[in-house]
């Protein structure tokens, strides 16, 4: 299954990087990821014109876009455009940041889940 990873390097620019999530053959119930432990899970709707400058994310979190889609733009000036369905693993949480706006005029749903940070893996949280 392929994902998009947003992240800052070590000079705090954002980049994307194409990510591979390896599925397992289980059988008749189709292919499964490894699990992820995940802290919490939020729902998410915006406004129509939603256009929201350059901005950390909060937390390391996927990002699975519901109903709508959305342009994101780099620190360093890549945009890719991302549809409904599609899934974000969103890590800049410092650095420069990225910039998100909705591909439509409409309100869009989204579902935000919060990973653990390695700090909390690491200590056994």
Do not use: W
């Amino acid at each position: 299954m392929k994902i998009t990873k947003i992240f800052s390097d070590e000079k705090g620019e954002s980049h994307f990087e194409d990510v591979e999530i390896p599925l397992i053959d289980q059988g008749e119930i189709g292919f499964l990821s490894e699990d992820i432990n995940v802290r919490k899970l939020q729902f998410r709707k915006v406004s129509a014109d939603y256009d929201y400058d350059f901005h950390h994310a909060p937390q390391k979190q996927y990002i699975v876009l519901l109903d709508g889609g959305v342009e994101i733009e780099t620190s360093l000036g890549e945009i890719r455009q991302f549809q409904a369905g599609e899934i974000l693993l969103v890590e800049d949480t410092s650095g420069k940041g990225h910039k998100t706006k909705n591909l439509e005029k409409r309100e869009r749903t989204s579902i935000f889940i919060h990973l653990y940070s390695k700090e909390l893996i690491d200590i056994g949280s």
